[in-house]
């Protein structure tokens, strides 16, 4: 039987052929009847290009969501109610946040897995999406993965994500932790809602059991990058005791 599977896995150094630009007949086509889960770094530059408070971010554009049989709850970006499910960014030029568009929209069609061997040490598999409504791939351009990723922006993106990642797969979870109702209040604070992160810190009601390191004190100044970085370590120490 024919594989109609999208999902096509790829080598890091594979070549393959797809570009997008506005002139393909489908712009924008990838763009609606999307579930679209955003990752913190995602929220962070969203909310940084939109000038909002992470909080009004997230009640303006975030649907949380978490149900039994659930570790962490997810985060998708909503969408408009104009018939076609469309992103609440795009337009008819094309995607109103570019600049910080997020990472699955940067890597599309290509997508990235990661798993980290008892080491640490973080090992990449790749998947090629071929839908049919996209017609990048009769493109003539030629990438491999690696590639295109660098193209699309997205080491910043991998980097917070496999930070995160680290929260998310730990050995703990492996073993069979599961936040309670407060502890999954406190994923959501400290990963997407970092305006708000901060101000618990400068106010005291967020203790860390060590000191902050330089880098730390830029977060809670305004590195909203370090920040996100302080959050994965304290909810390591709330969840993990580490
Ligand atoms: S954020 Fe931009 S690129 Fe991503 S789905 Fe929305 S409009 Fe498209
Ligand atoms: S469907 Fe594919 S080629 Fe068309 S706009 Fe989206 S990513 Fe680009």
């Known amino acids: 039987m024919a594989d109609t599977s999208p999902f096509q896995s790829i ?13 393909v007949p489908c712009f924008t086509e990838c763009c609606r009847q999307l579930d679209l889960a955003l990752t913190p770094y995602d929220v962070l530059r969203l909310k940084n290009n939109r000038n909002l408070h992470s909080g009004r971010f997230l009640e303006q554009f975030v649907l949380i969501e978490w149900e039994e049989g659930m570790v962490f709850p997810l985060c998708y970006l ?3 109610d104009d018939g076609r499910a469309s992103c609440v960014f795009v337009t008819r030029e094309g995607c109103s946040v570019y600049p910080d568009r997020p990472g699955a929209c940067r890597a599309y069609p290509v997508g990235r897995g990661v798993s980290r ?7 990449e598999q790749f998947v090629l999406v071929r839908e049919g409504h996209c017609q990048g791939f009769a493109e003539d351009t030629e990438q491999t993965p690696s590639e295109y990723f660098k193209d699309q922006g997205l080491e910043l993106y991998n980097l917070y994500n496999d930070e995160v990642a680290g929260l ?5 979870v492996q073993l069979g932790f599961r936040p309670d109702r407060a502890q999954l209040d406190l994923f959501i604070l400290a990963l997407y809602n ?8 400068a106010d005291g009601r967020i203790a860390m059991k060590r000191p902050l390191s330089p880098g730390e004190l830029q977060g809670l100044a305004g590195d909203d990058e370090q920040l996100l970085l302080l959050g994965i370590r304290w909810l390591k120490q709330e969840f993990f005791g580490e």
């Open 168 to 172: 998310l797969q730990h050995e703990q």
């Open 78 to 80: 909503t969408m408009v």
């Open 117 to 123: 061997g008892q080491d640490g040490t973080i090992r």
């Open 194 to 201: 970092l305006d708000m992160f901060r101000q618990e810190l």
């Open 11 to 23: 080598a890091q150094a594979e070549r393959f052929r797809f570009a997008c630009h506005p002139g």
